[in-house]
């Protein structure tokens, strides 16, 4: 053995073991016994130790063991301790000057490495899934942090791996990295704009799976489904899938609808066009019935009344009164500019529902029942003529 510098090596030197002549079989069995010696431990901690561990915490209150204790997560340990205990024990099956023990020690280094690097991963994979349960957690895009973080569990384990294999010490790979680092930083150039931007995502609350965020630019306009270390995803309302890259989100300017969706309602803001030939003065009849209705309030004898005016103070009264509209919030009916279709005659409200399907709704039935009402103040919604007024005014 060129170098073991062990604790059983030394205890087996100092009593003599390796003094003891023992023939090839009656080695070859001592390895199946520490093999099967192996075995053995392993399944008592997977078949009887891990039970108990997922018994006791079931009874727990808490949440966070059932998941930092996981199947996964246990059994990559179970793993661990089997080939710990090959390594701690195979020197039995060797003679002290044997060639082959060397060989056998370092692949049982690089087995136990490689487990331990998986248990680390499965740690990680189940604090993911604890977060994604967190009430606050859960909506903070960490799924990148996560995956960067097993590509650095990753890197480490290669390097210690090959080192050992070719017993170097990890520092010279490391410092022949360093000479690489551009090479590096070019392979891995969007994973680590992709951490960093996750990182400003994530700090700042600019982006939440669910959230619906709308980027023309890059053709986005729905439903954020994932947020990973690369990409992030969006369904979008006709259902099609929109991949970003995360850094494009910090560099480039979108729209988060998560405001609106968390505030007291969603925004109604159209208008509709009168047909400015058609204001007038109301008649005392007309202020009598509009009066009676409580379209608009008691006002002076001598103080003239648009149909207009009347209509506005019905649409606003309207709007109010609507158990789906948030009188709460601005509730608002103005006239803009004039222009050569007409006078815009503008609404602005809030929906109580904001959901995409059942808002259009609301928006649908606030404006049909003024199209229908507006006849009954004199007025016309203005309306570019069609083939068929041309040919119904010549007939005329």
């Known amino acids: 053995m060129t170098e073991y510098t062990g604790l059983m090596h030394d205890f087996l030197t100092r009593v003599g073991y390796y003094d003891l002549e023992m023939n090839a079989l009656q080695r070859i069995g001592i390895a199946l016994g520490v093999i099967i010696f192996s075995s053995i431990v392993y399944t008592v901690c997977l078949k009887i130790i891990v039970p108990l561990v997922h018994k006791i915490t079931s009874t727990t209150t808490v949440k966070w063991d059932d998941y930092l204790l996981s199947s996964k997560v246990m059994k990559s340990a179970c793993q661990v301790i089997f080939f710990t205990t090959i390594y701690i024990f195979i020197p039995l099956a060797f003679n002290d000057d044997s060639i082959l023990l060397p060989f056998v020690i370092r692949i049982a280094k690089v087995l136990i490495i490689a487990t331990i690097a998986k248990l680390i991963t499965s740690f990680i994979s189940s604090l993911s899934h604890m977060s994604k349960e967190h009430d606050n957690l859960g909506k903070k895009p960490l799924q990148g942090v996560y995956q960067m973080l097993n590509i650095i569990v990753l890197c480490i384990t290669v390097i210690l791996i090959v080192s050992e294999l070719f017993d170097k010490n990890p520092s ?94 969603r925004r109604i803001k159209r208008h509709i066009l009168i047909d400015m030939n058609t204001i007038r003065f109301c008649t005392e009849q007309e202020i009598a019935y509009y009066k009676e209705k409580g379209w608009i309030e008691n006002t002076d004898k001598e103080e003239r009344v648009s149909n207009l005016t009347a209509f506005r103070s019905y649409v606003e009264t309207y709007l109010t009164n609507n158990d789906k509209i948030n009188s709460n919030l601005t509730v608002m009916v103005r006239q803009m500019q004039p222009t050569a279709e007409g006078l815009p005659l503008e609404l602005y409200c809030f929906s109580k529902i904001k959901s995409f399907k059942p808002y259009e709704k609301v928006q649908a039935e606030v404006f049909e029942h003024i199209f229908s009402v507006i006849p009954e103040f004199g007025l016309k919604v203005f309306q570019t003529p069609s083939g068929n007024d041309i040919h119904i005014l010549k007939k005329a």
């Open 172 to 265: 010279v790979l490391l410092t022949g990295l360093g000479a690489s680092a551009a090479i590096v930083m070019l392979v891995f150039k969007d994973s680590i704009l992709g951490l960093v931007a996750g990182i400003q995502l994530s700090v700042n609350d600019m982006l939440r799976p669910g959230d619906w965020i709308e980027m023309k630019k890059y053709g986005a306009d729905g439903v954020v489904i994932e947020i990973s270390l690369t990409t992030i995803k969006v369904r979008n309302w006709d259902n099609t899938i929109v991949t970003l890259p995360p850094y494009v989100l910090v560099s480039d300017s979108f729209q988060n609808w998560r405001g609106m969706e968390e505030s007291g309602g």
